[in-house]
Nanobody
Framework: QVQLVESGGGLVQAGGSLRLSCAASGRTFSSYTMGWFRQAPGKEREFVAAITWTAGNTYYADSVKGRFTISRDNAKNTVYLQMNSLKPEDTAVYYC??????????????????WGQGTQVTVSS
């Protein structure tokens, strides 16, 4: 079973930074796509960023381009989401997700069978 363990959420002031981590213990994700999604109160879950494990290709939602960076550490089987210039609108529960790689579908929640527990990110104004 693929297990994703998230950490790094918390409270941060607007304009600040936060780094989320998603560790897949005991797994090799050479053929996986890893994604970050978020869900704000009263809203549906939305795509944030994704990365392919093999090539390291990255994809971002327009709302976070230039502010967020997704990366991976092969040795630690860990995916990171570095969030800079945070805004109150970024407040949400952030989820890590994984799926086998294939072209397209990187932003579709229904394409990801494996999910972390979610971590709360709150940005104060």
């Amino acid at each position: 079973q693929v297990q994703l363990v998230e950490s790094g959420g918390g409270l941060v002031q607007a304009g600040g930074s936060l780094r989320l981590s998603c560790a897949a213990s005991g797994r090799t994700f050479s053929s996986y796509t890893m994604g970050w999604f978020r869900q704000a109160p009263g809203k549906e879950r939305e795509f944030v960023a994704a990365i392919t494990w093999t090539a390291g290709n990255t994809y971002y939602a327009d709302s976070v381009k230039g502010r967020f960076t997704i990366s991976r550490d092969n040795a630690k089987n860990t995916v990171y989401l570095q969030m800079n210039s945070l805004k109150p609108e970024d407040t949400a529960v952030y989820y890590c997700a994984a799926r086998l790689y294939y072209m397209g579908g990187y932003a579709d929640t229904n394409k990801y069978p494996y999910w972390g527990q979610g971590t709360q990110v709150t940005v104060s104004s």
